[in-house]
């Protein structure tokens, strides 16, 4: 969560206007809701050019693999301009966020089913605070696969 916030105050930082780039996503309750509430220009631009042209709804789950790959694939360039290194880390953590997102809808339809749905459960304080720490977990955890590209980007002296 600590990355999250950082991110954000750097693009403040910056002199970007924050709420036209994230709309909370730390309030997120799912792995995918979160990716579309952060960076809501690339979000939207990876929607209507790879998400839309792979498929979009007629064939999801190509069109979402293949949206997580993109970006993977972006964001590993990116910061292999800057780090000077270039070795699928970056890919990798999109792709286990894919992961994260399939194991999320799976979650949810499970949870919608008639059998499991009771409205007490389900809107209780203590599920919402799980499914969102569960949610936290998925979305940074897997961070570990690019703090080594961090480090080279923004190497720390004496250290």
Do not use: C
């Not at 709309?23 to 631009?45: A, C, D, K, M, Y």
């Not at 339809?109 to 059998?115: A, G, I, Q, V």
């Not at 009771?118 to 809107?123: A, G, K």
């Not at 499914?131 to 004496?158: C, D, E, K, Q």
């Amino acid at each position: 969560m600590g990355a999250a916030v950082l991110v954000i105050n750097l693009h403040r930082l910056a002199g970007y206007k924050v709420p036209e780039f994230f709309l909370n996503p730390l309030r997120s309750s799912s792995p995918g809701e979160f990716w579309t509430r952060w960076n809501i220009p690339v979000h939207e631009w990876l929607r209507d050019n790879v998400f839309i042209k792979a498929g979009g709804r007629h064939h999801f789950w190509r069109a979402v693999f293949l949206t997580f790959m993109v970006s993977g694939i972006f964001h590993e360039y990116t910061i292999s301009l800057a780090s000077n290194t270039l070795n699928g880390f970056m890919t990798a953590y999109f792709l286990v966020q894919f992961l994260a997102f399939l194991v999320g809808v799976s979650l949810h339809r499970l949870l919608s089913t008639p059998f499991l749905r009771h409205h007490s459960l389900v809107t209780s304080k203590a599920f919402l605070g799980i499914r969102w720490a569960l949610t936290m977990v998925s979305v940074f955890l897997p961070s570990v696969l690019f703090l080594y590209n961090l480090r080279r980007v923004f190497p720390i002296h004496g250290v």
